[in-house]
Protein backbone atom coordinates (compact mmCIF):
# COMPACT_ATOMS: atom_id res chain seq x y z
CA UNK A 1 0.00 0.00 0.00
CA UNK A 2 2.89 2.43 -0.71
CA UNK A 3 0.54 3.98 -3.03
CA UNK A 4 -1.24 5.27 -0.57
CA UNK A 5 0.86 6.26 2.05
CA UNK A 6 0.70 10.26 2.12
CA UNK A 7 -3.18 9.97 1.69
CA UNK A 8 -3.68 8.11 4.79
CA UNK A 9 -0.89 9.67 6.73
CA UNK A 10 -2.47 12.84 5.84
CA UNK A 11 -6.06 10.84 7.33
CA UNK A 12 -4.51 10.22 10.05
CA UNK A 13 -2.99 13.66 10.86
CA UNK A 14 -2.17 14.35 14.72
CA UNK A 15 -3.88 11.23 15.60
CA UNK A 16 -1.10 10.26 18.37
CA UNK A 17 -0.04 6.75 18.20
CA UNK A 18 -2.35 4.17 19.97
CA UNK A 19 -4.96 1.21 19.38
CA UNK A 20 -7.27 4.03 17.71
CA UNK A 21 -4.88 5.14 14.71
CA UNK A 22 -3.53 1.40 13.89
CA UNK A 23 -6.94 0.08 13.67
CA UNK A 24 -7.73 3.57 11.57
CA UNK A 25 -4.59 3.05 9.14
CA UNK A 26 -5.70 -0.75 9.11
CA UNK A 27 -9.05 -0.49 8.06
CA UNK A 28 -8.20 2.69 5.59
CA UNK A 29 -5.80 0.31 3.86
CA UNK A 30 -7.94 -2.49 3.81
CA UNK A 31 -11.06 -0.65 2.00
CA UNK A 32 -8.59 1.21 -0.22
CA UNK A 33 -7.43 -2.13 -1.83
CA UNK A 34 -11.13 -3.45 -1.80
CA UNK A 35 -11.94 0.07 -3.93
CA UNK A 36 -8.96 -0.18 -6.46
CA UNK A 37 -9.60 -4.28 -6.60
CA UNK A 38 -13.09 -3.93 -7.60
CA UNK A 39 -12.09 -0.85 -10.21
CA UNK A 40 -9.25 -2.66 -11.86
CA UNK A 41 -11.71 -6.08 -12.24
CA UNK A 42 -13.67 -3.64 -14.52
CA UNK A 43 -10.71 -3.55 -16.39
CA UNK A 44 -9.09 -0.72 -15.84
CA UNK A 45 -5.22 -0.35 -15.41
CA UNK A 46 -3.53 -0.74 -12.10
CA UNK A 47 -2.57 3.08 -11.94
CA UNK A 48 -6.27 4.27 -12.92
CA UNK A 49 -7.86 1.67 -10.11
CA UNK A 50 -5.75 3.32 -7.38
CA UNK A 51 -6.44 6.74 -8.77
CA UNK A 52 -9.86 6.00 -8.64
CA UNK A 53 -9.99 4.28 -4.92
CA UNK A 54 -8.44 7.57 -3.51
CA UNK A 55 -11.31 9.50 -5.44
CA UNK A 56 -13.81 7.65 -3.99
CA UNK A 57 -12.58 7.23 -0.44
CA UNK A 58 -13.02 11.26 -0.46
CA UNK A 59 -11.25 14.52 1.17
CA UNK A 60 -8.15 13.54 3.62
CA UNK A 61 -8.78 16.66 5.50
CA UNK A 62 -12.97 15.62 6.32
CA UNK A 63 -11.97 12.54 7.34
CA UNK A 64 -8.58 13.76 8.90
CA UNK A 65 -11.75 15.69 11.30
CA UNK A 66 -14.27 13.24 11.87
CA UNK A 67 -11.12 11.12 12.85
CA UNK A 68 -10.20 13.44 15.60
CA UNK A 69 -13.23 13.89 16.79
CA UNK A 70 -13.82 10.46 17.52
CA UNK A 71 -10.41 10.04 19.06
CA UNK A 72 -11.19 12.61 21.68
CA UNK A 73 -13.71 10.64 22.62
CA UNK A 74 -11.40 7.38 23.33
CA UNK A 75 -10.73 6.34 26.16
CA UNK A 76 -6.81 6.29 25.46
CA UNK A 77 -7.29 10.20 25.33
CA UNK A 78 -6.74 10.19 28.93
CA UNK A 79 -3.70 8.26 29.11
CA UNK A 80 -2.31 10.13 26.68
CA UNK A 81 -2.76 13.70 28.54
CA UNK A 82 -1.33 11.89 31.92
CA UNK A 83 1.78 11.22 29.86
CA UNK A 84 2.43 14.35 28.36
CA UNK A 85 1.58 15.94 31.79
CA UNK A 86 3.51 14.26 33.75
CA UNK A 87 6.37 14.03 31.08
CA UNK A 88 6.21 18.12 31.01
CA UNK A 89 6.90 17.90 34.99
CA UNK A 90 10.48 15.55 33.62
CA UNK A 91 11.06 18.57 30.73
CA UNK A 92 10.80 21.52 33.39
CA UNK A 93 12.76 19.15 36.20
CA UNK A 94 16.00 18.92 33.60
CA UNK A 95 15.74 22.47 32.17
CA UNK A 96 15.52 24.01 35.61
CA UNK A 97 19.15 22.05 36.24
CA UNK A 98 20.27 23.33 33.42
CA UNK A 99 19.56 26.61 34.23
CA UNK A 100 20.60 26.50 37.96
CA UNK A 101 24.22 25.91 36.52
CA UNK A 102 24.08 28.55 34.40
CA UNK A 103 22.74 30.90 36.47
CA UNK A 104 25.63 29.91 39.39
CA UNK A 105 28.63 30.95 37.28
CA UNK A 106 27.66 34.46 37.39
CA UNK A 107 26.76 34.33 41.48
CA UNK A 108 29.92 32.48 42.27
CA UNK A 109 31.57 35.03 40.24
CA UNK A 110 29.72 37.93 41.76
CA UNK A 111 30.37 36.08 44.97
CA UNK A 112 34.08 36.80 44.60
CA UNK A 113 33.75 40.30 44.61
CA UNK A 114 31.38 40.67 47.70
CA UNK A 115 32.94 37.80 50.07
CA UNK A 116 35.96 39.80 50.89
CA UNK A 117 33.91 42.96 52.25
CA UNK A 118 31.47 41.08 53.79
CA UNK A 119 34.15 39.13 55.83
CA UNK A 120 36.08 42.17 56.86
CA UNK A 121 32.30 43.53 57.98
CA UNK A 122 32.14 46.18 55.79
CA UNK A 123 28.92 44.75 53.84
CA UNK A 124 27.03 47.58 53.11
CA UNK A 125 23.83 48.69 51.92
CA UNK A 126 24.18 48.46 48.50
CA UNK A 127 25.39 45.51 48.60
CA UNK A 128 22.89 44.01 50.63
CA UNK A 129 20.71 45.07 47.67
CA UNK A 130 22.25 44.30 45.15
CA UNK A 131 22.55 40.56 46.20
CA UNK A 132 19.03 41.09 47.01
CA UNK A 133 17.95 42.14 43.05
CA UNK A 134 20.38 39.45 42.17
CA UNK A 135 18.61 36.47 43.92
CA UNK A 136 15.39 37.52 42.18
CA UNK A 137 16.90 37.88 38.86
CA UNK A 138 18.57 34.75 39.26
CA UNK A 139 15.17 32.75 40.48
CA UNK A 140 13.54 34.63 37.57
CA UNK A 141 16.01 33.16 35.54
CA UNK A 142 15.13 29.28 36.66
CA UNK A 143 11.71 29.94 36.43
CA UNK A 144 11.86 31.06 32.78
CA UNK A 145 14.15 28.19 32.50
CA UNK A 146 11.97 25.44 33.71
CA UNK A 147 8.49 27.08 32.71
CA UNK A 148 8.80 27.89 29.27
CA UNK A 149 10.16 24.94 27.77
CA UNK A 150 7.42 23.36 29.47
CA UNK A 151 4.94 25.58 27.92
CA UNK A 152 6.49 24.84 24.73
CA UNK A 153 6.05 21.43 24.76
CA UNK A 154 2.49 21.37 26.18
CA UNK A 155 1.59 23.51 23.40
CA UNK A 156 2.68 21.37 20.54
CA UNK A 157 1.52 18.30 22.57
CA UNK A 158 -2.09 19.49 22.73
CA UNK A 159 -2.36 21.34 19.60
CA UNK A 160 -6.16 21.07 18.39
CA UNK A 161 -7.66 20.92 21.71
CA UNK A 162 -10.52 22.77 22.31
CA UNK A 163 -9.29 23.38 25.77
CA UNK A 164 -5.54 24.12 25.05
CA UNK A 165 -5.03 26.68 27.80
CA UNK A 166 -6.59 24.74 30.56
CA UNK A 167 -4.25 22.08 29.50
CA UNK A 168 -0.96 24.19 29.11
CA UNK A 169 -1.90 25.99 32.51
CA UNK A 170 -3.20 22.47 34.33
CA UNK A 171 0.76 21.19 33.30
CA UNK A 172 2.64 24.53 34.59
CA UNK A 173 0.67 24.39 37.78
CA UNK A 174 1.28 20.33 37.87
CA UNK A 175 4.87 21.09 37.37
CA UNK A 176 4.61 24.15 39.97
CA UNK A 177 3.53 21.99 43.06
CA UNK A 178 6.32 19.48 41.84
CA UNK A 179 8.99 21.43 41.78
CA UNK A 180 8.01 24.07 45.04
CA UNK A 181 7.07 20.63 47.13
CA UNK A 182 10.27 18.64 45.96
CA UNK A 183 12.65 21.26 46.22
CA UNK A 184 11.45 22.69 50.09
CA UNK A 185 11.68 18.96 51.24
CA UNK A 186 15.38 19.24 50.37
CA UNK A 187 16.17 22.39 51.06
CA UNK A 188 13.98 23.30 54.06
CA UNK A 189 14.01 19.49 56.08
CA UNK A 190 13.34 21.41 59.64
CA UNK A 191 9.85 22.30 57.67
CA UNK A 192 7.61 18.55 57.85
CA UNK A 193 4.86 20.12 56.29
CA UNK A 194 2.48 18.42 58.81
CA UNK A 195 0.39 21.12 59.48
CA UNK A 196 -0.56 24.90 57.95
CA UNK A 197 1.35 26.56 60.56
CA UNK A 198 4.79 24.74 59.20
CA UNK A 199 3.52 25.93 55.73
CA UNK A 200 2.84 29.34 57.24
CA UNK A 201 6.25 30.01 58.48
CA UNK A 202 7.91 28.71 55.57
CA UNK A 203 6.08 30.97 53.48
CA UNK A 204 7.25 33.72 56.00
CA UNK A 205 11.33 32.98 57.10
CA UNK A 206 12.19 31.12 53.74
CA UNK A 207 15.97 31.80 53.57
CA UNK A 208 15.63 32.23 49.56
CA UNK A 209 13.02 35.13 48.37
CA UNK A 210 11.23 32.80 46.02
CA UNK A 211 9.81 30.68 48.85
CA UNK A 212 8.39 33.74 50.60
CA UNK A 213 4.75 34.71 49.49
CA UNK A 214 4.46 37.62 47.71
CA UNK A 215 6.87 35.73 44.91
CA UNK A 216 5.49 32.61 45.55
CA UNK A 217 1.75 34.18 44.54
CA UNK A 218 3.46 35.60 41.40
CA UNK A 219 4.70 32.16 40.09
CA UNK A 220 1.36 30.76 40.30
CA UNK A 221 0.32 33.71 38.38
CA UNK A 222 3.04 33.33 36.26
CA UNK A 223 1.73 29.85 35.73
CA UNK A 224 -1.74 30.93 34.49
CA UNK A 225 -0.54 33.42 32.28
CA UNK A 226 2.05 30.81 30.46
CA UNK A 227 -0.48 28.78 30.15
CA UNK A 228 -3.24 31.67 28.58
CA UNK A 229 -0.09 32.76 26.63
CA UNK A 230 0.98 29.64 25.05
CA UNK A 231 -2.36 27.82 25.02
CA UNK A 232 -3.91 30.26 22.56
CA UNK A 233 -4.91 29.34 18.59
CA UNK A 234 -4.12 32.67 16.90
CA UNK A 235 -4.86 30.80 14.04
CA UNK A 236 -8.80 30.31 15.21
CA UNK A 237 -8.97 33.23 16.72
CA UNK A 238 -8.09 35.06 13.57
CA UNK A 239 -10.21 32.68 11.95
CA UNK A 240 -13.12 33.80 13.63
CA UNK A 241 -12.59 36.93 14.05
CA UNK A 242 -12.82 36.59 9.68
CA UNK A 243 -15.87 35.05 9.86
CA UNK A 244 -17.45 37.55 12.64
CA UNK A 245 -16.58 40.49 10.21
CA UNK A 246 -18.11 38.32 7.27
Request: proline share 4%; hydrophobic share 50%; charged share 25%.
Amino acid sequence: MDWAEDYISRCLRDIPKGKYRERLRRELSDHLAELAGDVSHAGRSEAEARAEALRQMGDAAALNEGFWAEWLRQPERLGYDLKRLFGGCLLAGVTFYFGMALVLIPLLIGNLFTLPGLMAGKASALQSGLNGLLEIAAGAALYAAAFVPNALYLRKAFRRRPRRPALVGGGLLLSWAVGKGSAALLMFPEFGFWNSADIARLLRNAELAWFRWPLVALSLLGCAALGWLFGRDRKRERTEETKDEA
